[in-house]
């Protein structure tokens, strides 16, 4: 099936909208290949927060400053650096796993058993007596969850026809946003559910109950069983057949090489446009994400509040902005609400910079929480079909890697200097200025909307 998206001598977004009917759009949604999506998008999506954005909380709440989570959240950029190991993923067999499996599934099973070591480890270490063990158990869930990530955009892209990756991304990002409320909203319910005391009347380094943490964190270690059990059930993509290298550069070249090469060779000089955009898009969301948990903690907002706004409203907010932004992206064209996406996700900024003067505001908590998960559903659905549509099908985990290691690189390095200017500036400075960020999003998308490819249809089959 012709990629809309990558037809030879046309623009990215092609002038007429997919001719789809309603009824075709919506029921691919229940297809298998669909609800295989759903189940490994909450695989890919429950660590992430528990490196990130989670255990922002629990060192905040354990008294670690807010410079020193702000820079331990580079343990994110193992994500930015996945495209070094992506070749292998995507060529390397994995004796006995790929035998028993195939490349993709087993790749898959074993980047899912590291996470679970790695969420298992920081699940035993308590931060108060020291975070170098926690790093490094930390720094394993992310290279092991960056390695699953590889696997399983290759998994995804190659699972179905082009026209349907809108519907697949929608279903992942769907999964995805629902592991990171379960990896966000739910292990602070667990957590608080486990205290041996209530702690609602204190706040801070006196609340910390580091068996409340331990429990928590195992209980996300046993919801990896979601994807480890899709995994095991779904069927290998049809295997491309490639031809077998001569000797080791033969192999080195197209490995390592030849997936980079293709991307220039298509884009030739409007492949810099692409990357640029590619590199800031999601810069405001990522950002601001680090400080949002310390941010909650020094509002006063319990981990009973934060796990409950995030639990129901976040969860339909999500679901409707990642239902939307699929069917959305299939109707009316990707480039259309990829612009939609990055306007709602620096607007969404602002609404948290109008909460830090709110104080403990849980209405207004409630609200902004909403506003941001929607946005955040809709410009993740299309961001994801659009990188995507770029990626050549012979080197889809390769190519896929690298667009969204990309993705995370800039943004999670200026990230690592958050705490230090929320302590200079405070929270509703920071807020603004993120949403700032989103500003030369707006322009490169609509220059990335008038991008011509020279890829024939027949490599998108």
Request: proline share 5%.
């Amino acid at each position: 099936m012709d990629n809309p998206w990558l037809m030879s001598a046309q623009p990215a977004e092609t002038s007429t909208a997919p001719s789809l009917p309603w009824r075709d759009a919506l029921k691919v949604y229940l297809e298998p290949a669909t609800l295989r999506m759903l189940a490994l998008g909450f695989s890919a999506g429950l660590p992430l927060l528990l490196v990130l954005g989670t255990l922002s909380f629990r060192l905040r709440e354990a008294g670690i400053d807010r410079t020193t989570i702000g820079y331990l959240s580079w343990v994110g950029l193992a994500y930015g650096f996945k495209w070094v190991w992506a070749p292998l993923v995507d060529r390397l067999p994995l004796p006995p796993l790929t035998t028993l499996l195939g490349r993709r599934r087993g790749w898959l099973l074993l980047a899912q058993a590291l996470v679970i070591v790695g969420l298992v480890g920081m699940a035993l270490n308590d931060p108060r007596n020291g975070l170098t063990p926690l790093i490094w158990c930390a720094l394993l869930v992310a290279f092991g969850s960056a390695t699953q990530d590889i696997a399983l955009d290759a998994f995804r892209i190659e699972s179905a026809e082009t026209r349907k990756q809108a519907a697949l991304a929608a279903a992942y990002q769907t999964g995805y946003r629902l592991a990171m409320i379960w990896a966000g909203a739910g292990v602070l319910w667990v957590a608080a559910w486990a205290e041996v005391a209530p702690a609602a009347a204190v706040t801070g380094a006196a609340a910390y109950q580091n068996g409340a943490w331990k429990t928590a964190y195992l209980v996300m270690a046993a919801s990896m069983a979601v994807g480890v059990l899709t995994v095991l059930l779904s069927p290998e993509p049809v295997r491309r057949v490639l031809p077998k290298a001569k000797n080791a550069a033969e192999w080195l070249q197209s490995v390592l090489i030849e997936p980079f090469a293709d991307f220039i060779r298509r884009y030739k000089w409007q492949a810099a446009l692409i990357l640029s955009l590619i590199a800031i898009y999601r810069i405001s969301d990522v950002v601001m994400g680090i400080m949002a948990n310390p941010f909650y903690v020094d509002m006063g907002f319990t981990k009973d509040e934060v796990a409950t706004v995030s639990k129901i409203y976040g969860v339909v907010m999500t679901l409707a902005g990642a239902f939307v932004g699929g069917v959305l992206s299939m109707r009316l064209g990707v480039m259309r609400v990829l612009m939609l996406g990055a306007v709602l996700s620096a607007a969404s900024n602002l609404l948290f910079a109008w909460l830090a003067s709110r104080g403990h505001d849980l209405t207004a908590l409630i609200a902004v929480v909403s506003a941001d998960n929607l946005a955040g559903g809709i410009a993740s659905a299309a961001f994801i079909a659009y990188l995507s549509s770029l990626t050549n099908i012979s080197y889809s985990a390769t190519q896929y890697a690298l667009f969204s290691s990309l993705m995370l690189l800039l943004p999670k390095f200026i990230a690592g200097y958050s705490g230090v200017f929320v302590d200079a500036y405070g929270y509703a400075q920071f807020f603004t200025a993120t949403a700032l960020l989103g500003v030369p999003v707006l322009l490169l998308v609509a220059l990335a909307a008038r991008i011509t490819t020279t890829t024939g249809p027949a490599e998108r089959q």
